[in-house]
Nanobody, 125 residues
Framework: QAPLVQSGGGSVESGGSLRLSCVASNYIYSKKCLAWFRQAEGKEREGVASIHTLGKTYYQRRKKGRFTISQNNAKNAMRLEVDSLLLEDSAMYYC???????????????????WGKGISVAVSS
């Protein structure tokens, strides 16, 4: 079983909505923290949202509101929904997983041990 398998993405018009999915292997899902990061061309990778398998969610401050992260423990799956898409949301989106730090799931690349291959999101006007 592949460690982290992503789906969704593609080309979307601004103002629209998008759903990204990630399915983890049993081993990786057991790490408890799952997250979405994104990296736009020429920019650093940044955290978008993370979720603990017990349900607590974390959002990068500026992204709370348009982004919703959720999980399906029965399927080892995680989902990111993005509403009111902006041109600046165009990026490669990465699913990631790692162990909690102090019980929390920090939105930092150093906190993640496993990464998906990335999936492209292109928002057009």
């Amino acid at each position: 079983q592949a460690p982290l398998v992503q789906s969704g993405g593609g080309s979307v018009e601004s103002g629209g909505s998008l759903r990204l999915s990630c399915v983890a292997s049993n081993y990786i899902y057991s790490k408890k923290c799952l997250a979405w990061f994104r990296q736009a061309e020429g920019k650093e990778r940044e955290g978008v949202a993370s979720i603990h398998t017990l349900g607590k969610t974390y959002y990068q401050r500026r992204k709370k509101g348009r982004f919703t992260i959720s999980q399906n423990n029965a399927k080892n799956a995680m989902r990111l929904e993005v509403d009111s898409l902006l041109l600046e949301d165009s990026a490669m989106y990465y699913c990631a997983a790692g162990a909690p730090y102090g019980g929390e799931c920090p939105l930092h690349t150093w906190a993640m041990s496993y990464w998906g291959k990335g999936i492209s999101v292109a928002v057009s006007s």
